[in-house]
C-alpha cells in the first residue's frame, strides 16, 4: 500500500510560491498602520522559529496588522500573489507550528491585544488573538470569572495560539480544551473574505466550521477575534502533593480516584529526575529523591470539594503514599503549580538539551507505557524524565542529551519520536496539546490511514484550496516525509542546509 | 459484500413514510461499516441517513433518497470503564448504551428529550442535540472524541481517536455536529464518559420568564452549580407565567449544601420553592422533555440566542403569534440560552407566527440561530424552513462541495443554505 491516496497529493500540490517583490512589500506596508511592517534581516530573525527551536526558516516579511480589516487585506494580497502566509503569536508553540515558510510572510497578530467586551452576566468576553491566556483571566477576575483553559505557558501565550493548537493544561481533564471554551470567531478566509464561525449563542445550525478551523494550527485561516466563555471560579479549590514509592502506586492511585467517580480539577505526575529538575528551579518544595510525585486538585462546592479531598488522601495512602503535603493557602497552591508548570524549563538544570514530547495514550496503559519507555531509555542510553497531566494520559516524557556528543541528538530525537509512535500502538495520540505543526506532520503517518488524511486533506482544501495558508504544517506531504515513514531520516530541509536542529 | 437488510415498502418502520415528501424510498440497513461503504459506493442516488428517524424533518425537509439506516450498527465495540471512554456504532439508542453504562456507575452525560423515543448517537451527533443537563456536561459537541464516518465516495475515515485528549489533526467528529446527515454517513463514535452522580435532587416553583432568567444569571453568578435550570410556559403570556425546575447533582453532602445555597436565593428571585427526589424527580425531568417534543402536527422549531436575551425571545413569541393569529408556547433553558417554541393553529398563521418570530430572534445581531424542527407538511409549504444564511454560508457550501461533491446527502435538508 502506497502512504499517499492519488487525490490526497493532488489536493496538497507543490506550487512555486509568488514572490513578495520590492512592490508587494511597498502594497504591504501601505495596508498596516506604522510599525506593521518587519523587513531587515536582523529583525526578521527573531521570527525564524517557535517553542521549537530546532527548525528555522528565515520568512521574506514580517507584518504585524492591527485590526482584522489590516489582516484580511494583507491576506488577500497573498491570495493574489500566492505568496504562502504562516499566523503567529507569541510562538511559544512546541510543534512548529508557526514556523515560517521559506520566501513567505509571518502574519504576527502580538499588536491586536484588546479585550473588547466583557459580558458579566452572560459569561463571555470578545478578544483579539493577541490577549494572552493568563491576560483573558486577569481581565475578568475582578468579577470572579475566568478563562478554564491553562496551557503551561499560560502567561505569555495567546488565545489566537491556543485557538489554532486547541490548547488543553493541567485543567483539562475536568475542563476540556480551548474548543469547549470559544462560541465565536472572527476568521479571515485565505482568499481575505471575513466571517463570522460559531456565535454568540451556544448553537448554530449546520454543520460546527468553528470546531473545524480550532486546533487546526493556522492551517485553514486567520482568526482575528474570539468570543470566550468565561466560568465562575469555584467556590473551594484543594490541592495536595502526595510522593509515592514508586510510578506503579502513583498510577494506581490516578485509577482508584477516577474509579471512586471523582473528576479532579487536575491530576499531575513528575518523576524522579522531573522531581529533581523542578526543584533545583524553583524550589517549590517537592521531595528531592522521591521516586514519583503526584499534584491532585480538586475544585467546586465547598461540600463536596472537602469530602473529596478526604477521600483522595485515603487513596493515596492505601496505595502506599509516603508522604502527603497538602497547600493549605492560594500561595502554597501557586508554589505547587510553579513547580510544575516550569517543569520543562527546568530540565535546563540536570541536562545541557532535551527534547520535549507530548503524547497520549489511555490512562490505563501507564504502567505498562512507562515500563516500556524506561527500557527504551535504557537501550539508547539517554535519560528520560516524565512529567505528565495523569488522568487524561497526556505524556510529557523529556528526552535528556548532550548535543556536544556526536550523535547524541539524533538519538535523542529517534527516541522521542519511537515513544510517541508507542503511544499510537497503545491506542493513544501522537499529541495531546502541543500539535502536530512542522514536528509530527510525518507521525500523523502512524496514526492516520491515506484515507483518513485525504478526507482532512478535502476539509483543508475546502478552506484553503490555493494551499497558501500554513503549508507543510499538519498533513504530511511526501517532501517533508518521504514515501514511506519509518526510523529518523535527516530532514530534507536540512540535507539541504535549509533548515538545522538543536 | 453480503447483502444488508433491505426495505423497500417501509411499512415496517413507523416514520418511514414521514421522512421526505413524494416518492416511496428504499431503506438500506448495513450491518457493518464496510457494508455501508460498499452500497454507498455502489449508487449514485441521493442518500438519506436516519438512525431512530427521531429528527428526520429538522432543517428543510430532504428530496426523495435511499435511505441508509443505523438500525443494524448497534454494537458496543469497546468499553473501558476505568478510561471513561466508550466506542459503539451510530446506531445505538442512548437508553441501550446509558443501561449498559449505568452497570460501572457511568453515563454519556447527555439527556435529550428524544432518548424515550430511541434516539440513536449517531442520529444525536448529526442533529446536536440535547438536553436540561447540557448546563453541567456541555452537550454532544463536548463529549464526542472520535468518529468513523463514510463519505459520500464511499471512502471510510476516522477523526479524532479513542482517548480524551487528543489534538492530532483536523476535528472532523465536532464537524458532525449539527451537520444533519449533509456531510458524511456516521457509522462509529467514541464518547468520553462522566461517573454517574451519588444524588439529585430539583427545586420546582411558578415564576415568569424574567423571573427564570434573573434567577438563572444569579445562579451562573453564585458559586452552585446547578446541573439544569428549565423553564415551560404555563400561561399564554410568559411574563405571567410558567413552571420552573432547578436541579442539583453530585455527592450527598454537596447536594445538600447546595440546596440549602439554592434556597435563598430562589425565595428571593422567584418564590417558594417545593424540592423533588428519586422518582418523582425523574418523572418531573421526563415530563418537561415531553414539552420539547409534541408530536409531528406541531410546528417545533430552537433557537439559540445569548441567556440574557431569554425574556425577549419569550415576548417576541408571544407578539409574533398573536400577530399572526397562532399559538405559541415556549420552552427555555435560561441559564443555556436555549429555547424550544411550539406552534398552533392555522397552517398560515402558523407559517407566519414562525417567520416573524425567527427574523426578530435573528435581528437581535447577537450571533443567535434558530432552527425548524417539526411541522405538518401544509406549513412546510409555507415556510422558507432554514431561513437567510449566514456570511460563513460560503465556508459551508466549500466544505460540501469539497466532501460531497455531487450533492447526494441529504439533498435539500439545509435548503438554500448547500
Not at chain 1, 511592517?37 to 530546532?54: F, H, K, N, V, W
Not at chain 2, 447533582?249 to 440549602?260: I, K, L, M, N, Y
Amino acid at each position: 500500500m502506497t502512504t499517499y491516496a492519488a487525490e490526497y497529493l493532488e489536493l496538497l500540490p507543490e506550487r512555486t510560491p509568488g514572490r513578495v517583490s520590492s512592490a508587494v512589500r511597498r502594497e504591504l506596508g501601505r495596508l498596516v498602520s506604522e510599525g506593521g511592517l518587519i523587513s531587515e534581516p536582523a529583525q526578521l530573525r527573531t521570527y525564524e522559529c517557535d517553542g521549537l527551536t530546532g527548525y528555522r526558516v528565515t520568512p521574506a516579511l514580517v507584518v504585524l496588522p492591527a485590526t482584522t480589516e489590516e489582516v484580511a487585506a494583507v491576506v488577500r494580497v497573498c491570495g493574489r500573489e500566492g505568496i504562502p502566509f504562516v499566523a503567529r503569536g507569541a510562538g511559544t508553540g512546541l510543534s512548529g507550528g508557526s514556523l515560517p515558510v521559506a520566501d513567505g510572510i509571518v502574519i504576527g497578530l502580538a499588536r491586536m491585544r484588546q479585550v473588547l467586551n466583557v459580558d458579566v452576566a452572560n459569561q463571555r468576553a470578545v478578544v483579539q488573538p493577541g490577549v494572552t491566556n493568563a491576560g483573558i483571566s486577569a481581565a475578568v477576575a475582578q468579577h470572579d470569572l475566568y478563562f478554564a483553559p491553562d496551557p503551561s505557558s499560560q502567561i505569555v501565550c495567546t488565545i489566537g495560539g491556543n485557538v489554532a493548537e486547541n490548547s488543553g493544561g493541567a485543567h483539562c481533564l475536568k475542563y476540556g480544551f480551548t474548543t469547549n471554551h470559544v462560541y465565536a470567531l472572527t476568521f479571515v478566509c485565505p482568499d481575505g473574505s471575513v466571517v463570522t464561525l460559531g456565535g454568540d449563542a451556544l448553537d448554530t445550525v449546520g454543520p460546527d466550521l468553528r470546531a473545524v478551523v480550532l486546533g487546526s494550527e493556522g492551517t485553514l485561516g486567520i482568526v482575528t477575534e474570539i468570543t470566550v466563555r468565561l466560568l465562575r471560579k469555584p467556590e473551594s479549590v484543594r490541592t495536595l502533593v502526595a510522593d509515592f514509592p514508586d510510578a506503579e502506586h502513583a498510577g494506581n492511585a490516578v485509577s482508584d480516584i477516577i474509579a471512586a467517580g471523582i473528576i479532579p480539577a487536575a491530576v499531575e505526575m513528575l518523576d524522579t529526575l522531573a522531581i529533581e529538575a523542578c526543584e533545583k528551579a524553583v524550589q517549590a518544595g517537592y521531595t528531592i529523591g522521591s521516586a514519583a510525585a503526584l499534584v491532585v486538585e480538586l475544585d467546586g462546592v465547598l461540600a463536596e470539594v472537602e469530602a473529596e479531598f478526604e477521600r483522595v488522601q485515603e487513596i493515596c495512602r492505601h496505595n502506599a503514599s509516603i508522604h502527603i503535603r497538602i497547600a493549605n493557602d492560594p500561595i502554597e497552591r501557586a508554589k505547587v503549580w510553579k513547580g510544575r508548570k516550569a517543569a520543562f524549563a527546568a530540565m535546563g538544570r540536570i541536562s545541557p538539551d532535551y527534547f520535549v514530547q507530548d503524547g497520549v495514550i489511555p490512562r490505563t496503559k501507564l504502567g505498562a507505557t512507562l515500563k516500556r519507555i524506561d527500557e527504551m531509555s535504557r537501550q539508547a542510553g539517554l535519560r528520560v524524565a516524565n512529567v505528565f497531566h495523569a488522568g487524561d494520559g497526556n505524556l510529557h516524557p523529556l528526552v535528556l542529551y548532550d548535543s556536544a556528543v556526536a550523535g547524541e541528538a539524533d538519538r535523542a530525537e529517534h527516541l522521542a519520536t519511537a515513544i510517541v509512535e508507542l503511544c499510537v500502538e497503545q491506542g493513544g495520540s501522537i499529541t495531546g496539546e502541543h500539535g502536530v505543526g512542522s514536528d509530527k506532520a510525518c507521525s500523523m503517518l502512524k496514526m492516520f490511514s491515506a484515507e483518513d488524511l485525504t478526507v482532512m486533506a478535502r476539509v483543508r482544501a475546502a478552506f484553503d484550496p490555493e494551499g497558501i495558508c500554513n503549508p507543510g504544517k499538519v498533513l504530511p506531504t511526501p517532501r517533508l516525509c518521504g514515501e514511506r515513514p519509518g526510523p529518523y531520516r535527516p530532514h530534507p530541509l536540512e540535507a539541504a542546509g535549509i533548515i538545522e536542529r538543536l | 459484500m453480503t447483502i444488508a437488510d433491505r426495505d423497500t415498502d417501509g411499512d415496517t418502520h413507523g416514520d418511514t413514510h414521514g421522512d421526505t415528501h413524494g416518492d416511496p424510498i428504499t431503506a438500506e440497513r448495513p450491518t457493518t461499516v464496510a457494508e455501508a461503504a460498499d452500497l454507498i459506493r455502489a449508487t449514485d442516488e441521493p442518500l438519506l441517513f436516519r438512525g431512530a428517524g427521531t429528527k428526520q424533518s429538522w432543517g428543510g425537509w430532504p428530496a426523495p433518497a435511499t435511505v441508509v439506516e443505523t438500525t443494524n450498527l448497534t454494537r458496543l465495540l469497546a468499553h473501558n470503564p476505568a478510561d471513561m471512554t466508550v466506542a459503539v456504532e451510530a446506531g445505538m439508542p442512548l437508553r441501550d448504551l446509558q443501561e449498559v453504562l449505568s452497570k460501572e456507575g457511568q453515563w454519556l452525560a447527555l439527556d435529550p428529550p428524544s432518548e424515550a423515543a430511541g434516539a440513536t448517537i449517531g442520529g444525536l451527533l448529526a442533529t446536536g442535540d440535547s438536553g436540561p443537563r447540557r448546563l453541567r456536561y456541555g452537550g454532544l459537541r463536548d463529549l464526542v472524541i472520535g468518529v468513523t464516518l463514510v463519505m459520500a465516495d464511499g471512502m471510510v475515515a476516522r477523526a479524532g481517536g479513542k482517548v480524551i485528549k487528543n489534538v492530532a489533526g483536523y476535528d472532523l467528529t465536532k464537524m458532525m455536529y449539527g451537520s444533519l446527515g449533509t456531510l458524511a454517513f456516521i457509522a462509529e463514535v467514541v464518547l468520553r464518559l462522566h461517573p454517574r452522580p451519588d444524588t439529585s435532587t430539583t427545586a420546582t416553583l411558578d415564576c415568569s420568564v424574567q423571573q427564570a432568567t434573573d434567577l438563572a444569571v444569579a445562579l451562573l453568578a453564585s458559586p452552585l452549580e446547578p446541573s439544569a435550570v428549565d423553564w415551560v410556559q404555563s400561561h399564554s403570556d410568559p411574563e405571567a407565567g410558567g413552571h420552573l425546575a432547578v436541579r442539583f447533582e453530585g455527592t450527598a453532602a454537596g447536594v445538600a449544601a447546595q440546596r440549602d445555597a439554592a434556597q435563598d436565593l430562589l425565595s428571593r428571585l422567584a418564590g417558594a420553592a417545593q424540592w423533588h427526589a428519586d422518582d418523582e424527580e425523574t418523572t418531573l425531568w421526563a415530563e418537561l422533555a415531553a414539552e420539547q417534543r409534541r408530536g409531528p402536527d406541531v410546528t417545533a422549531a430552537s433557537a439559540a440566542t445569548l441567556p440574557t436575551r431569554t425574556p425577549d425571545v419569550a415576548s417576541e413569541l408571544a407578539e409574533a403569534a398573536a400577530t399572526a393569529g397562532a399559538t405559541a408556547q415556549l420552552a427555555c433553558r435560561p441559564a443555556l440560552g436555549l429555547h424550544t417554541a411550539a406552534f398552533t393553529g392555522p397552517d398560515d398563521a402558523v407559517a407566519r407566527a414562525f417567520e416573524s418570530w425567527r427574523a426578530s430572534v435573528l435581528d437581535a445581531g447577537t450571533g443567535a440561530s434558530v432552527l425548524l424542527r417539526d411541522r405538518p407538511a401544509e406549513v412546510d409549504a409555507r415556510v422558507d424552513a432554514m431561513g437567510p444564511p449566514p456570511a460563513s454560508v460560503v465556508l459551508l457550501r466549500s466544505l460540501k462541495r469539497r466532501l460531497d461533491p455531487d450533492g447526494r446527502c441529504a439533498p435539500g435538508r439545509l435548503g438554500s443554505w448547500c
